[in-house]
């Protein structure tokens, strides 16, 4: 199986919408398109999840090798669209509070 | 090699001669015990071709030519086949010694697990680690103080198979190198974040849950890496709550502080450690939610602790099919009457 | 002895004259037919690379003699030599499995397997020059 990923300029960031189920079969599909995103300093990259239905721990794996890359490179990284299945997971695991997690109504 | 070809020549003759004779389902039964045979001695398609032309020719010399000629065609036809059916071999051979390698390492790999349960008057317990392939990326471990403290470790490491295995042997020699005085949980986790956060990929990390079980008040004191959350059965209650400790997970960030959280354990109340391949059991309906794990521990709760868990693992491996999609690992501490 | 022959490689065409001259050749020193059919499969493959991947080469045909426990025997040796851009991991392309994958270098091992002699060298931005021989049994 693949993600459909596919990125846009917004407003001055970078918008990554992934569809699919990011596990051990995807994760280097999303981090190769992820993982250059964060490596332009002053980069604003919205990752969003709106269509992934399941993360597994390789795919979480993926979120922190960015999160490391945009905090050592300058740039920022923000997911949106969280399902509760995919919440729980960076919940779980303590990434919430490490991570710019967007608030899907409330943010608006 | 020749002499095989020689004799499996001979036999060809025989059996196909035998065969134009009788015409019946033995001299085809023939045939294929035959096939059998050709592949054993290791003869490729190209050469069955080359036997069959060349016991035609006993039979009938005076074989029209073109059918003759035909045959040299097929020859060449069967070229790929039997380029591909020698490929095939040595793949398999290659294959084979891949798995007894893996076999050694997954051997090496057990002996980083603790090899018995440790026996205590105040407990009982059960624990089952399967990993999914051959190797995993669970671990768990027991350690007895000098208070007769019981420390009970679980983690899980990120993906599954040999770089999880490779990466679990760190998490043993980097518990082994703690300090020799009893930790607390949050320590511990601190102590060996800082050992996971130097030596890992940036996209590598460990969820653990450690806790430290006193029986001289019945306390239970755990602290959490991101784990999946265990349960806690309440006896008097006759009711399972999650046993949740919040914390970052290991490997991110040096500096990460753990929480220590406690638990009253009364008599008949048990603790349920696990991994997520326990939760994210995934069958065509989707996947197994707590509840239905609950029901299960539930229905068991009569039996010892090791029958539990081997019960549930056998119910949940059921419900998969009997084919695991995540190293699982379950453990249950809980207090005798 | 017989002369050796060269066949230039640049077409589709140049496979099929190698192929020829190898299966006259074959034929020439009583190879079998299975054998015949292997030497022109493993002149087939060989002059497809320097075909796809080096626009330019040679497959060099030659019957020879080499020494045995019992006297002399005789084979036939292949020489594919090329002006491409080399191979630059040979240790990978004679790797069993790497024959699917395509690109140059595909199907050596098949090759080396349909022969008993195998060489290959080769240097990046120079070329390939692959030297291989089957004995008359």
Known sequence: MNLDIRTEELDGETVLFVGGEIDAYTASQLRESLLPLTEKEGAVIVVDLTDVNYIDSTGLGIFIGALKSANSNGSSLRLTGLNDRVKRLFSITGLDEVMDIEEEEEAQ | MADAYRLMQEQYVKILETYLQEKNETGLYQAQQFSKKVLENQISPEEVVSLHIEALEQFYPNLPQGARDSFDFLIEIMMGYGMAYREHQILRDKQKELESEINVAANMQQTFLPDEIPEMDELDIGVISVPASKMSGDYYHFIKDDNDSLGVAIADIIGKGVPAALCMSMIKYGMDSL??????????????????????????????????????????????????????????????????????????????????????????????????????????????????LTRMIREYSHLSAQEIVNNVFYQLERLQGFRLRDDFSLIILRRKV | MSVQSNVEVHSEWGIVSARQAGRNLAKELGFAGVDQARITTAISELARNIYLYAEKGEIVLEGIEGKEAGGVKRGLKIVAKDQGPGIKSIREVMEDGYTTSGGLGAGLPGVKRLMDEFDIDSITGEGTEITTIKWLR
């Open chain 2, 179 to 292: 300090p020799e005085q009893r930790l607390q949980p949050g320590a511990l986790l601190e102590n060996l974040n800082r050992v996971v956060e130097q030596n890992v990929a940036s996209n590598m990390f460990i969820t653990m849950m450690y806790g430290s079980y006193d029986p001289r008040v019945h306390h239970f004191y755990y602290s959490g890496a991101g784990h999946e959350p265990g349960l806690f059965y309440n006896y008097a209650e006759d009711r399972f709550e999650d046993l949740y400790a919040k914390g970052l997970v290991l490997g991110l960030d040096r500096d990460t502080k753990f929480r220590e959280y406690h638990k009253k354990v009364e008599a008949g109340d048990f603790i349920v450690l696990l991994s997520d391949g326990v939760t994210e059991c995934r069958t065509d309906e989707g996947f197994i939610e707590r509840e239905e």
